[in-house]
């Protein structure tokens, strides 16, 4: 069991680093890079030309401590994503998927910032 799962993390992060080739975030631009783990779901915006954090969400903070990591909740994290965005007049993002398959939760968090009206 402990063997499958160190396998499934190496060949995650191995997309990781193939995806992160192609992909960086500009300050028009900025990238958009998305965590979950059984328990718990982060996006934060970055711009990697200075590698700061511009705008972070996650299931930790106070207001959204009862979110669940199940695509409903990542699609709320990602509505509440769009609008932090909006508020910083962040309009266009860089989608990184830090290497999870685009299904369920991580298509849900997406889905959720398009609906606010962030465009990737």
């Known amino acids: 069991m402990l063997k499958k799962m160190i396998e499934r993390d190496r060949k995650r992060l191995k997309r990781k680093v193939h995806i992160r080739k192609r992909i ?19 996006i934060q915006v ?9 705008v972070s969400a ?7 401590r009862g979110t669940k990591a199940t695509v409903e909740g990542a699609a709320q994290l ?7 965005l909006l508020e910083k007049d962040i309009r266009e993002v860089v989608f ?3 290497g999870y398959l685009y299904h369920g939760v991580v298509k849900a968090m997406a889905d959720g910032a398009r609906k606010a009206g962030i465009q990737f």
């Not at 990602?78 to 932090?84: A, N, T, V, W």
């Open 24 to 42: 960086s975030g500009t300050a028009e631009r900025p990238r958009m890079s998305v965590f979950r783990s059984n328990r718990r779901l982060s």
């Open 46 to 54: 970055i711009d990697d030309t200075t590698g700061h954090t511009l």
């Open 58 to 64: 996650s299931t930790l903070e106070k207001e959204l």
């Open 78 to 84: 990602g509505e509440i994503m769009g609008k932090r």
């Open 96 to 98: 990184d998927r830090n």
